[in-house]
């Protein structure tokens, strides 16, 4: 094979020798030449690019130059030239579906019988299919240096090329998976969380690789100096990978994988872990959900029951989160094996007691479901009860939403069990009860041993085993008080468990009845809209200013929005009114009169001003001048009475010639003024 390849590079070289020859002369190899020599960093790697794509067998010496700037120290020349090479490869250098294969790898039994024309092409191709691979590897030789670079923001964009060349091409992906996989193990926080998002789209636009990149991501996981952020990184991609039923395989081996790495977290002195020293929070917690995720797809016994003992004796030294988790897988492993213990419920009555738990929507939520699984598979009336005594009182000092959810577990597990089970359930025993002389009881190191109690007369609120609490002498009291709260969503649910009825209703007590979808109620702020709900039945999906919400009938409207859709139907019928009685009023003013004014006012026939105040400032003018006049002269009723005809003709005559005398000594004393003027004139001049 050595004399076929040193006979290939011949002839490579002598087409390469032609094609160079026949465009030494030519004006666009003259113009990339300058361009190459004296133009810009963007046009340099465009010429270079340029004539690697017109011909791949002649411009491996322009793609060589590329990978030389991708070397060199200066960023954005790595930068850009990353962007060509990557584009170069991606798009035309490399085939789609297979891989580069190395001239070695070639049998010369395939030249035979060939024409010497067609053995000298198929040694080029050869030839060139292996120089291809090793300038292949050269690069991602350069773009495994980036990764390492000091600057985010060129590791991103490396790691952005790295996942581009890895879904596109499988060429070299065992390479390219490894060196996306170890980003995961990034010091920077957004690098490590970007890479953990690059698997997870690799998984789902390949699901075949699935096993391949889990088993990679198991390496760096139990590499010898990886730190624990690059672990737990890598559990979070883990716990994301979306199983089917029939990857029974790939299940079982995240189960190990989880399982092996909690062993080796929680052998780290685990007598001196508590809940506020726990070292691995978030590392515990993400193995835990790792493995209620998983531990469902798999098929048969798993032999998880010795590490049932290590789950129990670390429950009670860690966090609520932690421990609610625990609790859910050891039901799930339990529940497997076929019979959930009186350990399980122990540990569970008394985690129950855990501040922390209620503190969170999400953890409250996990810890009734988890209740209401348990409750359903016991078939102990005393425990049962004992459950459901401790789940009440913690409900007389919590919020509506924890209360109407307790109320619905219970409400859905009373209708599993039959009517003697909750006939017993809500009755107190009057007679003493002796309790076993002996029985098991777990200690704080998780260990059991038998215990002598005394016999059991009356309940008890801190007993740490329920089936020994006396819960049976005594009345579940709280559904009383309950019945009487301020919610009445909490008060009708609390009167249907106590009638033995079902409790009607569909949604999420931890979105329903709390106070801020409260607030969006009373603000008539629409409810968001859910891609999953096609139709809009409840009324709680319904905005409650629309024509659909305020017809529904009282009896399909929520406790708690009676108070809200009565005022909105009242104040809706009083707009009514109020519209009806403004239409009667307009009715009232268009009388007849009017209506002939407007129309002789439209023929033009009134071509008046209309002044509607001129009658009314006349008619007080007239007013006035009748008050003056009959202060002067009495009322003119009066002169009638007071005078007859001949003394009203002579009154005449006297005014008529007392105003002609007055006209005339008008004129006088104008004259006397104005002599009198000049007379103090002339006093002046004197």
Not at 73 to 94: G, H, N, P, Y
Not at 115 to 142: C, G, H, N, P, V
Not at 573 to 592: C, G, I, P
Request: charged share 30%; with cysteine; glycine share 4%.
């Amino acid at each position: 094979m050595a004399d076929l390849k040193e006979e290939a590079r011949h002839s490579f070289e002598k087409v390469r020798h032609d094609a160079g020859d026949y465009r030494r002369d030519g004006n666009k190899s003259r113009w990339t030449k300058m361009v190459i020599k004296s133009g810009t960093l963007a046009d340099k790697v465009a010429a270079l690019t340029l004539a690697v794509k017109q011909s791949p067998r002649t411009g491996l010496g322009s793609l060589d130059t590329l990978l030389a700037m991708l070397r060199k120290k200066s960023r954005r020349e790595q930068v850009i030239t990353l962007d060509a090479i990557s584009a170069l490869f991606k798009d035309q250098l490399l085939p789609a579906d297979n891989k580069l294969a190395k001239f070695e790898t070639h049998s010369a039994d395939a030249l035979k019988g060939k024409s010497k024309a067609e053995r000298e092409e198929t040694l080029i191709e050869w030839y060139l299919e292996d120089q291809l691979k090793e300038r292949y590897f050269s690069f991602l030789m350069a773009l495994e240096t980036l990764l390492k670079d000091p600057i985010d923001f060129t590791r991103l964009k490396a790691m952005g090329v790295t996942y581009d060349l890895l879904v596109s091409k499988p060429e070299r992906e065992e390479k390219l998976l490894q060196m996306l996989v170890n980003k995961l193990g990034d010091p920077e926080k957004k690098v490590a969380s970007k890479a953990c998002q690059f698997l997870i789209r690799l998984i789902q636009q390949h699901p075949n690789m699935k096993p391949v990149v889990v088993e990679e991501v198991e390496r760096l996981i139990y590499r010898p100096n990886v730190g624990a952020k690059a672990q737990y990184y890598a559990l979070c991609f883990l716990v994301q990978i979306k199983l089917k039923d029939s990857e029974n395989i790939l299940a079982v081996k995240l189960v190990k994988i989880y399982f092996s790495l909690f062993k080796v977290k929680c052998s780290v002195s685990l007598w001196a872990i508590t809940a506020k020293k726990d070292p691995n929070p978030k590392m515990i917690s993400a193995i835990l959900s790792g493995v209620n995720r998983t531990y469902p797809f798999t098929k048969g016994p798993q032999n998880l029951m010795e590490h049932i003992d290590m789950l129990f004796r670390y429950i009670y030294t860690v966090t609520a989160q932690v421990g609610i988790q625990i609790l859910m897988l050891l039901y799930q492993v339990m529940e497997r094996e076929g019979a959930i213990t009186d350990r399980f419920y122990m540990a569970l009555y008394r985690k129950m007691m855990d501040p922390e738990l209620l503190t969170h929507p999400g953890r409250s939520s996990s810890l009734l479901n988890l209740l209401y699984k348990s409750m359903k598979r016991d078939e102990s009336v005393t425990r049962v009860k004992a459950f459901i005594k401790r789940i009440l009182q913690l409900a007389m000092t919590q919020l509506p939403p924890f209360i109407c959810g307790a109320l619905i577990i219970i409400s859905e597990m009373l209708k599993m069990k039959p009517k003697a089970f909750r006939a017993e359930l809500f009755q107190a025993t009057l007679a003493n009860k002796v309790g076993p002389s002996h029985h098991m009881e777990e200690e704080e190191d998780g260990t059991t041993k038998p215990v002598s109690r005394t016999p059991i007369t009356e309940y008890s609120a801190v007993a740490r085993n329920p089936l020994y609490c006396g819960a049976e002498f005594v009345q579940i009291w709280e559904l009383h008080a309950l019945c009487r709260h301020y919610h009445p969503s909490v008060a009708r649910f609390a009167d249907c468990v106590l009638q033995s009825k079902p409790i009607q209703y569909a949604g999420d007590p931890f979105e329903d009845f709390t106070s801020i979808h409260f607030l969006d109620r009373f603000v008539y702020r629409n409810p968001k809209k859910k891609a999953t709900d096609k139709t809009q039945d409840s009324a709680r999906d319904l905005p409650v200013l629309s024509d659909q919400y305020l017809n529904l009938p009282k009896k399909k409207i929520p406790d708690d929005e009676q108070f809200l859709h009565r005022y909105l139907t009242q104040k809706l019928r009083q707009k009514k009114a109020n519209a009806l009685d403004d239409d009667m009023e307009v009715e009232s003013v268009a009388d007849s009169e009017f209506d002939q004014f407007l129309d002789e006012y439209e023929k033009g026939q009134a071509d008046v001003d209309m002044d509607f105040a001129a009658d009314v400032n006349d008619e007080q003018e007239e007013r006035e001048a009748l008050d003056d006049d009959a202060s002067l002269f009495g009322d003119e009723d009066d002169d009638q009475d007071n005078f007859s005809e001949g003394e009203k003709d002579a009154l005449e005559a006297a005014f008529s010639s007392d105003n002609d005398e007055g006209e005339t000594e008008d004129d006088d004393v104008d004259e006397i003024d104005g002599e009198s003027d000049v007379s103090d004139d002339d006093m002046d001049d004197d």
